[in-house]
């Protein structure tokens, strides 16, 4: 496994533990996020909010990778995001793809059926 890889699959297991700063110390300082069904964010600050934002409501979380495809400082991760929450339980099937620079999330652009979750929120 690449470092780029290996820090990806860590990034994607830290998820279980729901710390938002945890999760932003994997970003760059001007660490851009792309929630695709929404407005991306940028800067490390911005992409804490965000993550604490949506994760407010969430009770649980495991990410099953399903395929990782590493290539210089990209990263692609086909996952299954298990989560838990107080308004509901979903299994999200994603596609995420990671710009790296120096062992940290340049750029992270996540796709995935807004459907699908809403659905399961009601």
């Known amino acids: 496994m690449t470092d780029n ?8 297991e830290a ?14 300082d001007d660490g851009v ?12 600050d911005a992409v804490r909010a ?11 979380t495991d990410w099953e990778i399903r395929t990782l495809l590493a290539s210089g400082d990209t990263v692609i991760v086909e996952r299954v995001d298990r989560t838990k929450t107080t308004s509901g339980d979903v299994d999200l099937p994603c596609v995420g793809v990671f710009e790296m620079q120096d062992g ?17 929120m009601k």
């Open 5 to 12: 890889a290996r820090i990806i699959s860590d990034f994607i």
């Open 15 to 28: 998820w279980s533990r729901l710390d938002p700063d945890e999760l932003a110390s994997y970003f760059t």
């Open 33 to 44: 996020y792309h929630n695709m069904p929404v407005q991306a964010v940028a800067g490390r």
């Open 50 to 60: 965000m993550i604490k934002g949506f994760i407010s409501t969430w009770t649980d």
């Open 104 to 120: 940290r999330i340049r750029e992270w652009r996540d796709y995935f059926d807004l459907g699908t979750y809403a659905n399961a």
